[in-house]
């Protein structure tokens, strides 16, 4: 049975442990974090990240300032469960190295709450949790938001924690079906309208969603951005490094271009036919200030990320996304397939996204909802009080 009304040991606070992933996972956390308002305030956060994880410290960092808090983050640190594109049978091993660390973490803690959404390092948290529960120590309880990548199937961790979260979020009414027990905490659709998918499998019609106004920030007008995420995707930067991917941003009104290739393939045309273009390029491996340069950015051509969507979504952007189908239990054809649908981007694969772009009306896009479900809120509030908090919506 899904568990409830685990008390604060002090003054109605509680002690929480949130498992940050790398890239996307962690930019949907702070998403969700933010979501709580003001009973967040009662929450003590501890943040547990894999130790080759570079971006997520900095994000609880200034998540833990835009909270008020005067010290940093408390940031526990254990080996990553799987890397992205490690085989499921070398992740055994690895795996059984990050429970060990998750396990003591966790029994030093003992939290109230854990909240995770998907990376595999979640995986032995959970569990560690279980094993203060068999041993009587203390009920942890767990909440599991489903990533926004995962549009008609779980991911590997939501697949093994489905029957163990007490609480299970989706974000996709395609999910419900298949499984009753998670609850809908999407944006695009409110909880009645997705009721018919999980009784019937019946998905509603794409949202209606005002068009994406044709202003943007004037300093951004004629700038655009690719973007690889925090590994690498040569497929994309092969396609971008070409003199006809030039003239398409001059077509459209691109005066400069930032390339942010990862640790993969540094285009080379791009450089050479710049000039010809008027078009002025930059090329990194990784900057820190890509989020906020995103959310200005007058174009941004990315892979297929939940957390860039995400953020590039909630600024307006112009975005046309192209899917890594290379990866293992891929959701990004699927992420770029629903949201096109929705007329909220578009979405390419890498060899055809110099004539995609020639053939993209901009002007048919909608805008991404700004306010987040309420769901996720309520279920949080539901298990540490029993009850919705009157701060919900503080």
Same mark, same amino acid.
């Given at each position: 049975g899904r568990c409830r009304a685990a008390r604060g040991p002090s003054a109605g606070r509680f002690r929480c442990l949130v498992v940050l992933g790398s890239g996307g996972h962690t930019t949907e956390m702070i998403y969700d974090l933010r979501s709580l308002g003001g009973f967040g305030k009662r929450l003590d956060l501890a943040y547990l990240i894999a130790d080759t994880d570079r971006g997520s410290l900095a994000h609880a960092e200034a998540f833990e300032k835009e909270r008020g808090a005067s010290s940093p983050p408390v940031a526990l640190r254990v080996p990553r469960a799987r890397e992205v594109g490690q085989s499921y049978f070398t992740s055994v091993f690895s795996t059984l190295k990050a429970a060990w660390f998750s396990l003591r973490h966790v029994l030093t803690m003992l939290p109230d709450l854990v909240f995770c959404n998907g990376p595999g390092t979640c995986v032995p948290v959970v569990f560690a949790a279980y094993i203060s529960r068999i041993f009587g120590l203390k009920r942890i309880l767990v909440i599991y938001s489903e990533s926004?990548?995962?549009?008609? $199937? /779980?991911?590997? !961790?939501?697949?093994?924690?489905?029957?163990?979260?007490?609480?299970?979020? &989706?974000?996709?009414?395609?999910?419900? $079906? /298949?499984?009753? !027990?998670?609850?809908?905490?999407?944006?695009?659709?409110?909880?009645?309208? &997705?009721?018919?998918?999980?009784?019937?499998?019946t998905l509603p019609p794409p949202a209606d969603l005002p068009s994406l106004p044709p202003e943007a920030p004037a300093e951004a007008l004629a700038t655009a951005i690719v973007t690889v995420g925090s590994t690498k995707f040569d497929a994309l930067t092969r396609a971008i490094d070409c003199a006809e991917f030039l003239r398409v941003l001059a077509k459209l009104g691109i005066k400069k271009l930032k390339v942010q290739r990862g640790n993969g393939y540094e285009p080379v045309t791009l450089h050479a036919r710049a000039g010809d273009a008027g078009i002025d390029v930059d090329v990194v491996d990784y900057t820190p200030t890509m989020p906020s340069e995103l959310r200005q950015a007058a174009l941004v051509i990315s892979h297929a990320g939940a957390g860039t969507i995400l953020d590039c979504l909630q600024a307006g952007r112009r975005l046309v996304v192209v899917p890594n189908q290379d990866l293992m239990a891929n959701h990004q054809v699927q992420l770029g397939r629903a949201l096109q649908e929705q007329r909220l981007l578009f979405s390419f694969p890498a060899s055809e996204l110099c004539d995609g772009l020639k053939a993209a009306d901009f002007g048919e896009l909608r805008c991404f909802p700004k306010l987040p479900s309420s769901v996720f809120a309520r279920c949080v509030s539901e298990l540490l009080l029993g009850a919705p908090s009157a701060d919900d919506s503080a």
């Open positions: 926004f990548a995962c549009v008609d $199937h /779980l991911s590997m !961790s939501g697949r093994i924690l489905y029957y163990i979260a007490d609480r299970f979020t &989706v974000q996709w009414p395609h999910l419900l $079906h /298949l499984h009753p !027990s998670a609850e809908y905490a999407g944006r695009l659709y409110t909880e009645k309208e &997705v009721e018919p998918c999980r009784t019937s499998g």
